[in-house]
């Protein structure tokens, strides 16, 4: 079960990267689109608005890539929050059912929470 924990870390930092990539292509595109807007009204619009979607794309990734981190090094932490995260991500049809299904059937596991009893440094 290891191994699907790792696996599971590793999906989870993909898909935060993915959500921090497309904040960057919301961003550029905003900035691009308010630079032929015609006007400076629309220029401070789509760059205001382009900016505000952009950063809250990026705080909704940023746990994810937490998440991973922590599913990597096994913290017990990481099993609570990625429980939490994949019951947000099954709505996100369909990446994020197929990755919040197989977090959940890897962390409510017997054998998945077996990997995170506490441990001693």
Same mark, same amino acid.
Request: glycine share 14%; charged share 5%; hydrophobic share 60%.
């Given at each position: 079960?290891?191994?699907?924990?790792?696996?599971?870390?590793?999906?989870? #930092?993909?898909? *935060?990267?993915?959500? !921090?990539?497309?904040?960057?292509?919301?961003?550029?595109?905003?900035? =691009?689109? %308010?630079? $032929?807007?015609?006007?400076?009204?629309?220029?401070?619009?789509?760059?205001?608005?382009?900016?505000?979607?952009?950063?809250?794309?990026?705080?909704?990734?940023?746990?994810? #890539?937490?998440? *991973?981190?922590?599913? !990597?090094?096994?913290?017990?932490?990481?099993?609570?929050?990625?429980? =939490?995260? %994949?019951? $947000?991500?099954?709505?996100?049809?369909?990446?994020?059912?197929?990755?919040?299904?197989?977090?959940?059937?890897?962390?409510?596991?017997?054998?998945?929470?077996?990997?995170?009893?506490?441990?001693?440094?």
């Amino acid at each position: 079960m290891s191994t699907h924990v790792r696996i599971l870390g590793w999906l989870h #930092l993909i898909y *935060g990267a993915l959500g !921090l990539c497309m904040a960057f292509l919301v961003f550029a595109g905003s900035m =691009v689109g %308010a630079l $032929f807007s015609g006007s400076v009204m629309g220029m401070l619009g789509a760059g205001f608005g382009g900016a505000f979607a952009a950063a809250f794309i990026a705080l909704l990734s940023l746990p994810g #890539l937490v998440a *991973g981190y922590g599913l !990597l090094k096994f913290r017990p932490w990481a099993r609570t929050l990625t429980i =939490v995260l %994949a019951v $947000f991500e099954l709505i996100r049809f369909p990446l994020g059912t197929i990755l919040g299904v197989y977090s959940l059937w890897v962390l409510l596991s017997s054998e998945g929470a077996a990997q995170f009893q506490a441990q001693t440094y």
